[in-house]
């Protein structure tokens, strides 16, 4: 089977991916990008997250170790394919993920006992190396990484995945494990089915309190659920309702997949009315994304951060207040209170998704101010009402690192903002984890 070799193949393939990318927005998001791009300043598509990811399998090659013979590449590429299957199967024929047909061989500048002293198995310095190779960022990677690190002697590392940026929908994601858990033990197919599924933002099922030994998901450990080489399990594991929504979310994987309440939940099953979402990793070079800092109060053990890249929940009575998803001001003396957002990079935006109130009534902005900072100085791009509690608000593209948001609070003085969306255009950039 053929495969790319770490030339300039696949990372030209991605240079005008993001070309393409670049053609298609709109003019007047361009002429504001344009100056800086003059200025040397950070290109668009190192911010905007990919249209589609597709699983690309990589073969990692420390400095100490050989390359893989054309019977593992052979093989990855065999499960992979079944592992397509079982997906569309366990959807009903609806979807399936993207595979990308051709492996990337990557060899790396560290022997094998570096990656063994690095944390958690090793797995943020492959993602890094492998971003670095492709020359894209945490940001727009548009693929998961199915890596295979070539090490015959034991099973280092121990297989696993996570999403990049955490969440559903977010982008990129890398599964590990060893050329030796390839070859050696049997069951490597049920392994890449549930290790896959956490690279598409999958979690345990202990999450919701389900039982980890004898639940049918894939997401469980049920031992009744493991291959044997290219033999199937008599009794394979299915996608639980929970895993079926949470898929469905993941638009950029499965852009077809709707999530039916009335096809998709069996009569009796009790579906769990939260999403549990997984955490982003931290990626040596890579920025872990937007500071939210405030001067108005972090009330009721609540942060200013949580309004960035994490859960949106809804406002409404049965969800309450949660003090790790939600930012909730002191009570303020002039009637505004204010967020600062510090960008990894400048960023030309041009919308605002505001999502304020907790549980249905309490603490909505009635207003909101945006102010990027140029130069030093705060120009204000928009104030206006709010009429949602849930609003896209959308002003003249504006470039700027650092954005001040200002928020009118009603009578009690108080404001709680559930999280923020932006938009560059019709992109969303740095989304959160997910918007219920």
């Known amino acids: 089977m053929p495969f790319w070799k770490p030339q300039d193949d696949l990372v030209e393939t991605v240079k005008q991916y993001f070309r393409s990318r670049l053609c298609c927005l709109a003019f007047s998001l361009l002429a504001a990008i344009l100056p800086a791009l003059a200025c040397g300043q950070a290109l668009a598509q190192d911010y905007l997250p990919p249209p589609q990811v597709k699983v690309l399998p990589v073969f990692f090659v420390p400095q100490d170790q050989a390359p893989p013979a054309q019977k593992q590449i052979s093989d990855l590429m065999r499960h992979l394919h079944w592992t397509q299957t079982r997906y569309k199967e366990m959807l009903s024929g609806r979807a399936t993920f993207q595979l990308v047909e051709q492996p990337l061989i990557y060899t790396a500048a560290k022997p094998l006992t570096y990656y063994r002293q690095q944390p958690e198995g090793g797995a943020p310095q492959f993602a890094a190396e492998l971003l670095n190779k492709l020359k894209v960022s945490r940001w727009n990677c548009p693929y998961i990484f199915v890596a295979v690190i070539m090490n015959p002697h034991d099973n280092f590392p121990v297989g696993g995945g996570r999403p990049l940026n955490g969440g559903l929908n977010t982008g990129g994601g890398i599964l590990i494990v060893s050329s030796y858990a390839l070859e050696k033990p049997p069951n490597f197919q049920s392994t890449l089915q549930h290790e896959l599924g956490h690279t598409f933002g999958l979690p345990h099922v202990d999450a919701y309190g389900y039982d980890m030994k004898n639940n049918p998901s894939i997401m469980s450990y049920n031992l009744r659920h493991h291959t044997n080489g290219f033999n199937p399990s008599k ?27 009335a096809k998709d939940v069996p009569a009796g099953y009790g579906l769990k009315k939260l999403f549990i979402c997984l955490g982003p990793m931290l990626i040596p070079g890579q920025s872990d994304g937007i500071k939210a800092t405030t001067a108005s109060g ?31 001001s002191a ?3 002039n009637g505004w209170v204010s967020l ?32 990027p900072q140029v130069r030093g100085n705060w120009h ?8 949602s509690i849930d609003q896209k608000v959308t002003f ?13 609070a009603g009578p009690s003085k108080w404001v709680v903002i559930r999280g923020l969306q932006f938009y560059s255009g019709n992109e969303e950039v740095f989304p959160p984890m997910i918007v219920y």
């Open 340 to 371: 600062t957002l510090t960008f990894p990079t400048e960023i030309t935006l041009s919308g605002m998704g505001v999502h304020s109130q907790h549980s249905g009534q309490a603490h909505a902005a009635r207003a909101v101010r945006i102010e």
């Open 396 to 408: 003249q593209p504006a470039t700027a690192q650092v954005w001040k948001i200002n928020f009118q």
């Open 331 to 333: 009570q303020t003396q």
């Open 380 to 387: 204000q791009v928009l104030q206006t009402n709010l009429t």
């Open 298 to 328: 972090e009330a009721f053990n609540t942060k200013a951060q949580n309004v960035v890249q994490k859960t949106i929940m809804p406002s409404k009575p049965e969800f309450g207040f949660n003090n790790q998803q939600m930012w909730h």
């Open 235 to 261: 009794t394979p594991g299915i996608l639980i309702p929970e895993d079926i929504r949470a898929l469905a979310k993941n638009k950029r994987v499965f852009p077809t997949l709707e999530f039916s309440a």
